[in-house]
């Protein structure tokens, strides 16, 4: 496996790893049932995405990304700041909104930076940034 193709695989891992933790650290702060359901969604997605770009790393025998303690409590403690005041439903549709951005802008910079990688990682990553702008329409409902 060409390290570009790591870099693109290990980069869908953080990404999704960061909004999986994001929407567990956010879930008991969801007083709506409806926008409940879509983020359970969207982390049982994320999960799939995760586990196909471990899945290829893995049978390439390479090693696959791994959080640091640091950058998990960080997430955390940033989520709790952010709702200690508001836990509305805008204001977590917004949050979740910000986040599904910010994984679009990283994704589209490892494709950037990383154009010799494979079809089977670019693939994935363009369906995670797909989602992503899916789940951007969808929380808006909710603004």
Request: overall charge neutral; hydrophobic content about 35%; glycine content about 4%.
């Amino acid at each position: 496996m060409k390290s570009q193709e790591v870099a693109v695989y290990r980069e869908i891992q953080r990404n999704t790893d960061m909004a999986m933790k994001a929407i567990d650290a956010l879930s008991d702060k969801v007083y709506n049932d409806s926008l409940a359901m879509q983020i359970s969604r969207q982390s049982l997605r994320y999960s799939e995405l995760h586990n196909e770009a471990t899945k290829h790393l893995v049978e390439a025998k390479v090693e696959p990304y791994r959080s640091s303690y640091m950058s998990d409590m960080m997430l955390k403690t940033g989520v709790q700041y952010n709702t200690m005041l508001n836990t509305s439903t805008g204001h977590i549709a917004e949050m979740m909104i910000k986040g599904s951005n910010n994984g679009i802008l990283e994704m589209e910079k490892i494709l950037r930076r990383n154009e010799g990688a494979g079809e089977a990682p670019v693939a994935l990553a363009k369906e995670l940034i797909h989602m992503e702008e899916k789940n951007i329409k969808r929380l808006k409902d909710y603004l």
